[in-house]
Every structure is written in C-alpha cells, then in structure tokens.
C-alpha cells in the first residue's frame, strides 16, 4: 500500500499571502487530521477530517482551514500568511477500528510533511 | 499548558546498551498512549502504542511501560542500534474527550526527544 503523500514538500511564501497543502491518505483511511511542528510548540494538532466533515478542531486561528473530497484526499488552507506559521505541516491519515467506520484505529499514519517558509 | 511533557530534549545512548525514554501527562483523562519515531525530512512513523488498562506492551526491541498513578510512561530500546537514532515523540489522546464527533479523537504530542545510539 502506497504511505501518505504530501504535495508540495517546499514552499516558500511571503508575508500576506495565502497557501493551499494538499494530502492523500492511504488508500482505504477515510480520517485526515493535520499537524504543525515547530521548533517551539512541537506538534500541534489543526483539524480532522472524516467523510468530508470537520469533526475535530484544535485551537488555530480562522486563518487555517481544510476540507476533504469525496476520495478522501484533503487540502489545507492558511490565508494571510504570517511570519510564525513558517512551520512542518503534516498529515496523517487513520484507518477505521472495528466495524463503525466512523471509530478511528488510534494509529496515525503521517506523511513526509510540507516545509512552508514564510518571508 | 502543556499536556504531555518529555523533560529530556536529547539522549545519548551506547550501542548494544538500553535506552529509556521518558514522557509525562498531567491530562488523566488520556486513555491512549502512542510513541513515533521520526526521521529528519520525514513524518513521524507509529512505533509502539499502549492502552491505559495496560501497565506494558511489547513489540520486538520496543517495550512501553505506563504507570497510571504516577502518569509517566517510558519507551525501552534493547538493544540500542545506530539506526535508532532519531527524535522519539510520546502522544497521547482521549476518546471521549477533545472530541466533537463519533470516533474522532486528536493526539497531544510531546516535544520530542532525540536519542543518539553511538556505535
């Protein structure tokens, strides 16, 4: 099974602008959460995604928001980019535990991440 | 407030030695306890997880110890290899709690520890 792929791994944006991540689950996890790692705060949880809906939200400005497909592939999104989200965003997708496809494995699987610079 | 913490930032290890790590919570309603390993320029990958009506999990190498009363838990390598070398992240979560939804849960990371296995 292919892992969690994660487009672009580089981006370099300036102050104000906005960025668009994308991630691709393994093929059959229909969960997508994202993370932000920085130096600082470590790992940081964003949001979770699950059949289209935002179930879970951690505590991030407006400015970060997501949404996942039909496929479940997902896109985050940060508008007016500020200097301290310079940061590793990374995915992780899960996979379902028993029979209620909606009761996640508590197993992420995470993807190589997208290292976005801000200037 | 930092939910989960692991005090130590880095660890040197000699090869064919033990490596403990360790990682604290203050959240006693985590029922769930996931470590990752993660490689520079990659995510971090799922290692070992125990659940909290556990006290230890073993798997190959990796053995987890948790102790509830205390709130610490401990990951142990042995033997330690070079290719161990890494930054370990201790996560935790609570289904039940940080949740908005059926099934979905968030991981509260860590800082991470970087442990260096010397040959």
Redesign the interface.
């Known amino acids: 099974k292919a892992g969690?792929t994660?487009t672009p791994r580089y981006l370099i944006k300036t102050r104000g602008q906005q960025v668009t991540l994308s991630c691709s689950p393994i093929s059959g996890h229909r969960?997508v959460?994202w993370?932000q790692q920085t130096p600082g705060?470590?790992?940081?949880?964003l949001f979770?995604y699950?059949s289209e809906?935002q179930?879970?939200?951690?505590n991030f400005p407006g400015r970060f928001s997501g949404r996942q497909f039909s496929n479940s592939r997902s896109e985050m999104n940060v508008s007016t980019l500020e200097l301290g989200d310079s940061a590793l965003y990374?995915c992780?997708s899960s996979s379902?535990r028993g029979r209620?496809p909606?009761?996640?494995s508590?197993?992420?699987?995470?993807?190589?991440?997208t290292r976005l610079t801000v200037t | 407030d930092q939910q989960v913490k692991q005090n130590s930032p880095s660890l040197s290890v000699q090869e064919g030695r033990i490596s403990i790590l360790n990682c604290d919570y203050t959240n006693s309603m985590f029922d769930?306890f996931?470590w990752?390993k993660k490689y520079p320029?990659?995510?971090?990958?799922?290692l070992i997880?125990i659940s909290s009506i556990k006290d230890k999990n073993e798997d190959g190498r990796f053995t987890v110890f948790l102790n509830k009363s205390a709130k610490h838990l401990s990951l142990h390598i042995v033997p330690s290899q070079p290719g161990d070398s890494a930054v370990y992240?201790c996560?935790a979560?609570a289904?039940g709690t940080?949740?908005?939804?059926?099934?979905?849960?968030?991981?509260?990371?860590?800082?991470?520890t970087k442990l260096s296995v010397i040959p």
């Open positions: 969690v994660q969960s959460s993370y705060q470590g790992l940081q949880f979770e699950f809906t179930r879970n939200k951690g990374l992780a379902a209620d909606r009761m996640l508590y197993e992420q699987y995470f993807g190589p991440g | 769930y996931l990752y320029a990659e995510g971090p990958t799922f997880s992240f996560a979560s289904l940080q949740y908005s939804g059926a099934g979905s849960y968030q991981l509260t990371f860590g800082k991470g």
